[in-house]
């Protein structure tokens, strides 16, 4: 017994020690986001996008304080006495979505622009086939949790990840899409900046179906961390490419 109890401490203790790395750098990715913001013109098209995308990486930020609050047992005494608990339990947990949303915006114009040029861009066959793969993702979840769950599960977080699993799936199939013409253009930082938003995504829609396992598999949720770690440093690896890109053109 004591054993179990033991591995299950280090379990907690090996995955807050992820969340607050992850942490750190979605803090690193805000930052950087928006001082790539600040170096477009306020005429150039991309500022809005770039604009969209740190208002989608702060919004998560947000979501991830809120995380840290319950996880170190800090959530302020006014939300505990008053009828708050219910909004900032339940209902905070969206604005992981909201921030997946505010993606969409800056991504279709990214898009626009890239189409805007006029080139004969195509869907390469190894992106179609990506993109073929992701929409069994929320599914996949859907099935895990409901064949899986055992035992009292706090309410909505059955919603919550399918919901959550479907927008990112979208998400993540807009920056593949995006990453295709940048690779047809020779490559280069648009290449990588795409690709690495598409793979942070991607682990972002895996981590869910990690937390879908959990009940059965407790060392997912270390998985489910590391992918959200993954996530985070795909994010700001894009930003930093975006900031370095834009700084050079100064």
Known sequence: ??????????????????????????????????????????GDPGRRAWTWIGVALALRLLAELR????????????????????????????LYTLSDLALL????????????TGLDFHLRPRDALVLVLLPPLPVTVHLLQSALATGPVDAGIHTFRLVGATVGMVVSGVCVVLASPAL??????????????AAAGIARGLAFAAAAVAPSLPDSLILEQALLWTFACG???????????ISGRR
């Open 184 to 197: 047809q253009m020779g490559g280069g930082a648009w290449a990588w900046i795409w690709g690495a938003a």
């Open 67 to 94: 995380l840290a609050t319950l996880y170190l047992d800090l959530v302020p005494g006014f939300i505990l006495d008053t009828g708050l608990w219910d909004i900032y339990f339940f209902g905070l947990r969206y």
């Open 235 to 245: 994010w700001l690896l894009a930003t930093s490419l975006h900031l370095r890109l």
């Open 1 to 42: 017994m004591f054993t179990a109890l033991a591995y299950l401490g280090g379990l907690i203790d090996t995955r807050l020690g992820l969340f607050l790395a992850t942490l750190v750098v979605e803090c690193a990715a805000v930052v950087v986001a928006f001082a790539g913001r600040r170096r477009l013109a306020v």
């Open 105 to 116: 915006p800056a991504l279709l114009a990214i898009r626009r622009d890239l189409q805007s």
